[in-house]
């Protein structure tokens, strides 16, 4: 992942952030998180490569952050 590229918005990498965050916090056991760790990488994957839009990946981060049981204080955006 490239946060240079110009696909990523500051609220997309503040997401993605959260997410790893709460992943990293969480009480799942490794093949759980493992399995979080490779979605938060597809989703990456698909900014850089333009599949995936800054809202969608938001949207998604935001929604494995609050699956791990971590809520952000904001909603980004």
Known sequence: MSFNSRRWQVRTIVARVQATAALSTSTLDTAARADRKLEI???????????????????????LAQDVGHTPEARLG
């Not at 990488?41 to 929604?63: C, H, K, T």
């Open 41 to 63: 990488l597809r989703i990456a994957d698909g900014v850089d490569a333009g599949r995936v839009s800054n809202d969608e990946a938001v949207a998604a981060f935001e929604r």
